[in-house]
């Protein structure tokens, strides 16, 4: 795992030849494991651009105060991202773009977060080439005054065809905030495979009564269920999932 | 192990489940409830585990000399009460395994250790033929009918119960599963003597095998019969017309009853 990290809104020198790295604009040349830490950050404008014919796999973390996030990912000819996220920020302003440029270009997206303030993210995929793929996988939870909103734009113009669009956001709140998705398919092709799924809810009565019927204290079941809810969106690393550990085991101890 | 309920009345909804009703279980005892469908044998195990979607609007329930009715669901649990459930929860994300040591650190009041736990899951995973690859699964998604009641059944032989609720644990079980199932209950019964059961079941293979002392029949909110085995068996060839047509409570279950009301 390469360990990259923002500070003070500027990525840090890293010198690895699989990438370059030029005012906060990374090119990704090579396949990789990658994890971008976002440290003492309030205004992040990044760009990343990923070379044709790579696999990159990228977790990006943050546990800021309050920030805005303005990230471009341009994705080349065969190009595989998988990207994980994971905010626990004060509050979020997010807008992201995602340019899947070149044919067979996949961009495989899992957000997670726990929101404890006023959260916004408005994610768009653009299908500029045809063939190209996009998975779009949102889970959060709200807690205390967290409370968020979620805009995804998945853009497909006429003649890109054989395309696979997909999104799907779920918020589970645990507090009596309200939170909203936008779930936005701008389709303009018939030849397109597309899926969109969201819900906004709570933990099921019947999940919670199960894990009590074998002596889990409430505290302790929400907390289970709460790792399972984001951990099912990140497939992470055990550095990765420590970190998780510890944002999860401040808020349910 | 005793439990003994009284006079128990209880709401879903504002419909009235559960009236005035009795029973009475005594340490090492396998009681059966059998009835239609919709006459309350589900409500009366969410009940004593204590699922808050259901109104207790009189009446007690006490486990062990001591009344439950205003314990939690995870307090009843760690005093010994186990649901074994018709449809056990998938859930995403959370493995069995993380479920399961929770479970038992809960139970234990400490933390149990990965090699406590594999040493203990193991031996119990190994006597009931299960798949190990089970425990490191999304709790219960994938799960076959039977993989699913035999994962109850494998928290029953790790949190170790006294009494235990089967709530259709035979329904979704193939004969060879349902026999396995049936011989861990069995076997888990002979080291743990005090230990009483109540079966929720529609079939007779699992009676066969564990042999019940009492047997129930239960329509519109209360016990109207009571017998030995052989009312399971009357019930499995001439089903239940005879018994409801004829709805008066008799001397059997009357007998049982009272003894619940001079508690």
Sequence with gaps: MNNILVVNNQVANFHNQALT????????????????????????????NFAKDIYVKIFEYSTNENIIIKNTYNLCQNTLITLYKFYNNKSTNEEININLQEEKAHINYHFSSISIGKDKHHIKINHFHQNTYSDIYNKSITLNNGQIEFIVDSILPKGNKGCILNQDTRVITLNDTQSAIHPNMYIDENDVEARHGSIIGRFSHDEIFYLMTRGINYNDTIKLLVKGYLFSNLNLDMEGRAKIFEIINKYWR | MRLTIKKLNVKVENKEILKDFNLNIEEGKIHVIMGPNGVGKSTLSHVIMGDNNYQITSGDIIFNNKSIKDLTT?????????????????IDGVSNQDFLRTAMSAHANKYIGLYDFILKCEKATEELQMDKELIHRPLNIGFSGGEKKKNEV??????????IIMDELDSGLDVDSLKIVAQNIKDYLKENKETSIII???????????KPDYVHILSNGRIIKTGDYS???????NGYNKYIDNSKIDNKANIITKEAQHE
């Design chain 2, 154 to 163: 494998l928290q029953i032989k790790l949190l170790k119960p006294s009494l």
């Design chain 2, 200 to 210: 929720i079941t529609h079939y007779p293979m699992l009676l066969e095998i564990l």
């Design chain 2, 74 to 90: 995870d307090e009843r649990s760690r005093l010994g009460i186990f649901l074994a459930m018709q449809y056990p929860m998938e």
């Design chain 2, 231 to 237: 009312l399971a068996k009357d019930i499995f060839t």
């Design chain 1, 21 to 48: 790295i030029k005012n906060n604009t990374i090119t990704f040349h090579q396949s990789g494991n990658y994890q971008i830490e976002y440290q003492k950050c309030n205004n992040i404008n990044l760009t990343y």
